[in-house]
């Protein structure tokens, strides 16, 4: 199903491509997939004057070569051993001469010395985690000072939270007959051997579940020893889904045979949730979000057609929708559960599957999993933010409304002929691209909610745009100018203040980096294209202040994860 919520999308992205970009193991959620942090791109816009049959001809073709692109960025990241580590750490850069650079909490660049591979820094930008050519583990204080060595052996930075990570070292360098993984804690040096098994962390600690000797065990982030929480069937397959950020509560999966069962654990009991029906077992991954101040989980499946929620110790609600639905599409009145709103949640709006394929149903589901159809056949939701709505219709309009439980109210169209479109989080701006003729470039438009919907155009010839979290600023890239065989573009950056003019601010831009899809008014970086060395593609690091670009660092490797 599409959505979209703060990131620029487009209409038509396919289900399969839209989960595979986000279906991270230990990114922004919890999941039994283990898929590495370099993402696909979003396969192309299909134009809304284009026939139903055509464009699922066309989109095919973009599937495609969304993925070539995707092999395209292994290939050029091969040899970095960093690409599994969440996304709640920020990755670092790297200039020609191996120097590394991360943004500290005001945005400004830190520039630390050295032959290094890669690396990234924490959330709260209080802690730098690097690697050197020689896949030594070091990590300094958020200045880039008080390094401090942490592993010598080859192997893998596999998460990484505020107050620590969770690395391996590789059973060859290491002498020893598989990986092992450790934990490490920034404030106290310390470090835990949690062993070969399977594991998987909470996404606001370094709680750890895990699988070893037919069993699952806990690992509180305050203990040096994991508790056994249950045993598991023989010969049955066991996939670790999640566990919350208290410990309290864990989910993973039994599969035998044909049949695949969720249990909970809660406080340290194992009860069964239930067991999962799959339409397409070839591409599916179960998810858990706690929410509710980790009193509750929600868990499903990317093919399943079932939903379940379970309050802490009570009996498992079971919804079943009409389609396939994911942790994506998964939202609160007040936004996307996977993206944090997940406090003071009480019915859920989820996107399903639709019966004609690329169009999505929007469902409201209550405490007892009773579901009520809300919307039928879109293309895209663009957010959802403070009990509003905005969407992308199959005829390629754009509506706000205002939620409810039963059906919408207040339903308002802002445009037609409609090719991408974001919206500010709390719901009140709306940026939108339209009338693109070449599946590249739009007329970008602004508008503001209300009463009255008054559309203003920006400007022709767009392809790229960031918004700020109050929706009061944008961003946006024009002209395109493709870099031969790099698989991306530069352009010229424009920045608009609501209701103002436009101002240019600089040429051969090719990214901007947000935070959760937005970025932050007068205070943000960019990158600058400067040359193309073999398979490399070198720029320049901006930093935009309000009023201009300063520079902040030469001669950076762009790195493709930056586009997604």
């Not at 060859?172 to 934990?183: F, H, I, V």
């Not at 709505?389 to 169209?413: C, R």
């Not at 990158?527 to 070198?538: L, P, R, V």
Request: hydrophobic share 30%.
């Amino acid at each position: 199903m599409n959505i979209s919520d703060g990131e620029d999308r487009t209409l038509q992205n396919d289900p399969d491509i839209n989960d595979f970009k986000n279906a991270d193991a230990e990114f922004m959620f919890q999941s039994s997939q283990d898929i590495t942090s370099n993402k696909p791109s979003a396969p192309p816009v299909i134009d809304s004057k284009v026939d139903k049959k055509k464009k699922s001809v066309l989109l095919l073709g973009g599937i495609i070569i969304a993925f070539a692109i995707f092999l395209a960025v292994i290939l050029l990241t091969a040899g970095r051993k960093e690409a599994a580590v969440s996304e709640y750490g920020t990755e670092v850069f790297t200039d020609t001469e191996g120097n590394a650079y991360s943004f500290n909490e005001k945005g400004k660049v830190i520039k630390i010395e050295g032959e290094w591979s890669g690396g990234y820094s924490t959330g709260d930008r209080k802690h730098i985690v690097l690697t050197d050519v020689d896949q030594n583990l070091y990590c300094f204080d958020g200045k880039g000072d008080n390094g401090v060595q942490v592993r010598s052996e080859d192997g893998r930075l596999l998460t990484i939270r505020n107050n620590g990570f969770i690395y391996t070292t590789d059973s060859n360098s290491a002498g020893e007959d598989s990986d092992t993984a450790y934990r490490y804690f920034f404030d106290t040096e310390e470090r835990t051997k949690i062993g070969s098994d399977i594991e998987c962390t909470a996404n606001n600690s370094l709680d750890a579940l895990i699988y070893k000797d037919q069993g699952i065990y806990i690992l509180p982030d305050n203990a040096d020893e994991p508790v056994k929480v249950a045993g598991c069937e023989e010969e049955s397959e066991v996939k670790l889904v999640g566990i919350s950020d208290t410990g309290k509560m864990a989910v993973w999966t039994e599969e035998k045979g044909s049949k695949t069962t969720l249990y909970v654990s809660e406080n340290n009991e194992k009860i069964k949730i239930g067991d999962l029906e799959l339409t397409n077992k070839g591409f599916d991954y179960t998810y858990a979000c706690f929410i509710n101040k980790d009193s509750e989980v929600i868990v499903g499946n990317g093919s399943s057609k079932q939903m379940f929620r379970k309050k802490f110790g009570e009996e498992c609600v079971e919804a079943r929708v009409i389609g396939e639905a994911d942790l994506f599409g998964i939202y609160s009145e007040q936004g996307a559960i996977y993206r944090g709103q997940n406090d003071h949640v009480k019915g859920l709006y989820v996107i399903c599957a639709g019966e004609e394929e690329y169009l999505s149903n929007l469902y409201y589901i209550d405490e007892r999993g009773e579901r009520e159809k809300i919307i039928s056949d879109i293309q895209v939701i663009v957010g959802i933010h403070k009990g509003k709505v905005v969407y992308i219709d199959e005829d390629d309009s754009l509506f706000i409304a205002d939620l409810g439980t039963k059906e919408l109210k207040n339903i308002q169209k802002i445009s037609s002929e409609v090719y991408t479109a974001q919206v500010s989080k709390n719901g009140e701006y709306i940026y939108y691209g339209k009338d693109s003729d070449d599946y590249e470039t739009y007329t970008l438009y602004e508008c503001k909610a209300g009463k009255k919907l008054d559309s203003v155009k920006i400007s022709d010839d767009v392809y790229k745009m960031w918004i700020s979290e109050d929706g009061k600023q944008v961003a946006y890239l024009k002209d395109p100018t493709s870099i031969e065989e790099m698989y991306t573009k530069y352009g010229e950056l424009y920045v608009k203040k609501f209701g103002k003019e436009p101002k240019k601010v600089s040429s051969d831009m090719i990214s901007i980096f947000g935070n959760d899809g937005y970025i932050s008014k007068d205070n943000w970086n960019c990158f600058k294209y400067e040359d193309k060395e073999k398979k490399n593609i070198i720029g320049r690091i901006l930093h935009f202040d309000g009023k201009e670009v300063e520079l902040e660092a030469t001669d950076i490797l762009y790195d493709y994860s930056f586009e997604f």
